[in-house]
């Protein structure tokens, strides 16, 4: 094979490097994006938060129910307070009139007593249960903990949503890069034969020194850019193994992409399924019910309780020894200098604020859309021009290659030529994937990616 044929051969190998790839089955990313949404440490974080808000809500529910609290004391006193108590003074004579009329000593003669107040070597220990039976604080903060539950669920939605555009796009910009390292190998290649070509060309006197130094730099240059191309590469493949919690270095598998995506999730033109929205709806609902708890106030507080131990003094136990204390109390709030009046109107002033964010998020989130909708058709519409591209400089190389090899024209306008064709490819393969991407912000965009 002479020197032309093996350059012919390498523009063939260089045409096929635009649509190589690494082959794979079509739900490669899905199950990137599964295994993402299972491990990801941002997710865990927010799941574990949720389950935070799942047991704070079980505690709401839980104070509906009775508690019972053991409670025991031993005291021992000396001094202090007293109280005096003239037994003697009271009932001694007259204890003596009775034995006299009685004839008998029955009525013992009595001492003046004093009672000290503090008990000594006393013990009382008892089972305190007590139950709400009208409480609406409650009722208000068992539904404000339930909306927190729902808005935490939300906001591990939204985490999610994040998570599979970022996974997305990652694993898009690592497929352009694997493809732009690849289209680089070839095109060294040819280079390389380009320069041992012009080489040989050169050393039988039929091209100047000038196509050889000529050839040395392009290999210099491809050279360079397959480095860098690898660099972005291994970037990527970093990043990308990041968000779907792997190591770095990881083998990433590539789809094989050849065409643009389903355009039909351009004609979801919603914003009603945004987890953004579902938050602020959910933060309206609670500042509901944060009304009803600022206005719990006028409705009394009702529980019963009843205690059931036993105390005595020095540890004795008899049958009076045992006890039990019921009861029912009643808490009114009916004057709180204005506290209750000033915590309505701040609960009001925060739904006028929700309920201006709401709009102001609608605005956004369907800006957002239409933004990212044309920066869809605007990437698909430069794919388009690419493919015209790369389709004419293809057919000038091959028309440059024939002349060369019929010695009509020189090494610089076919080096022209083929520098052309190999940035046609790149710029195919690029906004190839930039149309990939972009789609993936309209996933975003209007939540149309099912997260079940």
């Given at each position: 094979?002479?020197?032309?044929?093996?350059?012919?051969?390498?523009?063939?190998?260089?045409?096929?490097?635009?649509?190589?790839?690494?082959?794979?089955?079509?739900?490669?990313?899905?199950?990137?994006?599964?295994?993402?949404?299972?491990?990801?440490?941002?997710?865990?974080?927010?799941?574990?938060?949720?389950?935070?808000?799942?047991?704070?809500?079980?505690?709401?529910?839980?104070?509906?129910?009775?508690?019972?609290?053991?409670?025991?004391?031993?005291?021992?006193?000396?001094?202090?307070?007293?109280?005096?108590?003239?037994?003697?003074?009271?009932?001694?004579?007259?204890?003596?009139?009775?034995?006299?009329?009685?004839?008998?000593?029955?009525?013992?003669?009595?001492?003046?007593?004093?009672?000290?107040?503090?008990?000594?070597?006393?013990?009382?220990?008892?089972?305190?249960?007590?139950?709400?039976?009208?409480d609406a604080e409650l009722i208000y903060n068992k539904r404000i903990r339930g909306q927190q539950t729902n808005l935490q669920k939300a906001e591990v939605l939204l985490y999610k949503r994040e998570l599979v555009q970022h996974i997305k796009t990652a694993y898009y910009q690592y497929a352009q890069a694997v493809n732009a390292e690849k289209i680089y190998e070839t095109s060294l290649k040819l280079v390389n034969e380009n320069k041992r070509i012009n080489q040989a060309l050169f050393d039988n006197q039929q091209a100047n020194r000038t196509a050889v130094i000529r050839s040395e730099n392009e290999v210099s240059k491809y050279q360079a850019n397959l480095v860098s191309a690898e660099q972005t590469r291994l970037t990527a493949k970093a990043y990308f193994n990041f968000l779907i919690n792997k190591a770095a270095t990881d083998t990433v598998v590539v789809d094989s992409?050849?065409?643009?995506?389903?355009?039909?999730?351009?004609?979801?033109?919603?914003?009603?399924?945004?987890?953004?929205?579902?938050?602020?709806?959910?933060?309206?609902?609670?500042?509901?019910?944060?009304?009803?708890?600022?206005?719990?106030?006028?409705?009394?507080?009702?529980?019963?309780?009843?205690?059931?131990?036993?105390?005595?003094?020095?540890?004795?136990?008899?049958?009076?020894?045992?006890?039990?204390?019921?009861?029912?109390?009643?808490?009114?709030?009916?004057?709180?200098?204005?506290?209750?009046?000033?915590?309505?109107?701040?609960?009001?002033?925060?739904?006028?604020?929700?309920?201006?964010?709401?709009?102001?998020?609608?605005?956004?989130?369907?800006?957002?859309?239409?933004?990212?909708?044309?920066?869809?058709?605007?990437?698909?519409?430069?794919?388009?021009?690419?493919?015209?591209?790369?389709?004419?400089?293809?057919?000038?190389?091959?028309?440059?290659?024939?002349?060369?090899?019929?010695?009509?024209?020189?090494?610089?306008?076919?080096?022209?030529?083929?520098?052309?064709?190999?940035?046609?490819?790149?710029?195919?393969?690029?906004?190839?994937?930039?149309?990939?991407?972009?789609?993936?912000?309209?996933?975003?965009?209007?939540?149309?990616?099912?997260?079940?």
């Open positions: 094979m002479n020197s032309k044929l093996k350059f012919f051969a390498f523009v063939v190998v260089l045409g096929l490097a635009g649509r190589s790839d690494i082959s794979c089955a079509q739900t490669t990313l899905d199950n990137y994006v599964k295994e993402g949404l299972e491990n990801n440490e941002s997710i865990r974080q927010q799941n574990f938060l949720l389950e935070k808000s799942i047991y704070m809500l079980k505690e709401a529910k839980s104070l509906f129910g009775p508690t019972v609290d053991l409670s025991s004391s031993y005291t021992r006193a000396d001094g202090g307070r007293s109280i005096e108590f003239p037994a003697a003074d009271l009932l001694n004579q007259a204890y003596s009139t009775l034995n006299k009329l009685t004839n008998s000593s029955s009525f013992k003669p009595l001492q003046n007593q004093n009672i000290e107040l503090f008990a000594n070597n006393f013990y009382d220990a008892h089972f305190h249960t007590s139950l709400p039976l009208l992409i050849y065409q643009l995506p389903a355009n039909e999730v351009l004609s979801d033109t919603t914003v009603s399924r945004r987890e953004e929205l579902a938050k602020l709806k959910l933060s309206q609902e609670i500042n509901d019910n944060n009304i009803g708890l600022a206005k719990a106030y006028l409705v009394p507080k009702i529980k019963t309780f009843i205690d059931l131990g036993a105390q005595d003094y020095a540890f004795h136990w008899t049958d009076n020894t045992k006890y039990y204390y019921f009861g029912i109390s009643l808490d009114w709030n009916l004057f709180a200098s204005g506290k209750n009046t000033y915590r309505k109107k701040e609960v009001l002033a925060e739904r006028q604020s929700i309920a201006a964010q709401t709009d102001y998020a609608v605005l956004q989130l369907k800006t957002q859309l239409i933004s990212a909708r044309n920066a869809f058709l605007s990437a698909a519409a430069q794919y388009k021009a690419a493919q015209s591209q790369l389709h004419a400089s293809d057919t000038y190389f091959r028309d440059e290659l024939r002349l060369y090899k019929e010695g009509k024209v020189i090494y610089i306008e076919l080096l022209d030529a083929q520098n052309q064709l190999i940035n046609a490819r790149l710029e195919s393969s690029n906004t190839l994937f930039d149309t990939r991407i972009k789609y993936a912000d309209i996933e975003r965009a209007n939540a149309s990616f099912n997260l079940q």
